[in-house]
């Protein structure tokens, strides 16, 4: 079985700086995908940034950018310049690419807060 | 092009009641997916409906059924209520049937059973 862990329970960082939040996961596939969501405590699921796993170039979406280093088994999500509407819950994700269900995993979530 | 909808917001029930959630999926889409999310933890996945068959289950028990309709909305259905049931209930849409469809989620289902 997929498990995702987000070992950061909570993180900070000034407005207009640069911050990054760690994810690793384990599986024994070679074909998924990878991704980021946020959830602002309007509670609604808004996916970020995804990647594919048989993509070596790291997937970027405006500010948000990820380092993904498959043999590691890491995912991390860089946010640069942040914006006080980053402030939320993110979360990683997996889902496999192989088979017909989209189930995702989640990890457990970073509650990011951004100080002006 | 409307979004994924979901009712009622907020849910109030007691220990071994029955509820019914529902969601409406985004135009165009044909599967739904449902999720747990208990406090302060991650979404769980429950159960997905392609086409309003049940395409996969996660680790619940039966008393955690579904439903698909032909328009492709569907519903979430818990019987016997317990209080570690009190969650927040989220789901969500997507095209299906390609390698890759990207899930677009509904604003949830906050059940709280006492």
Request: glycine content about 8%; hydrophobic content about 30%.
């Amino acid at each position: 079985a997929q498990t995702v862990t987000q070992s950061q329970p909570e993180m900070s960082v000034q407005e207009a700086e640069t911050v990054t939040l760690s994810c690793t996961y384990d599986t024994s596939e070679s074909d998924y995908y990878l991704f980021w969501y946020k959830q602002p405590p309007s509670r609604q699921m808004i996916l970020v940034i995804r990647q594919e796993a048989y993509k070596q170039q790291n997937a970027t979406e405006n500010r948000f950018s990820v380092n993904f280093q498959k043999a590691a088994k890491s995912f991390s999500l860089k946010i640069s310049d942040s914006q006080l509407g980053d402030a939320a819950m993110y979360f990683c994700a997996y889902r496999s690419a192989q088979g017909g269900s989209e189930k995702l995993v989640f990890g457990k979530g970073t509650k990011l807060t951004v100080n002006p | 092009e409307t979004g994924v909808t979901q009712s009622p917001t907020h849910l109030i029930k007691t220990r071994g009641q029955q509820v019914t959630l529902r969601c409406s999926s985004q135009s165009g889409h044909n599967t739904v997916s449902w999720y747990q999310q208990a406090l302060g933890q991650g979404p769980q996945f429950i159960f997905q409906y392609y086409r309003e068959e049940e395409n996969g289950r996660g680790n619940f028990p039966p008393r955690f059924s579904g439903l698909q309709f032909p328009n492709y909305s569907s519903e979430l259905n818990v019987n016997a209520l317990e209080l570690d049931d009190s969650a927040l209930y989220l789901c969500a849409s997507s095209g299906g049937g390609g390698r890759y469809n990207e899930q677009f989620f509904g604003p949830g289902t906050r059940l709280t059973v006492l």
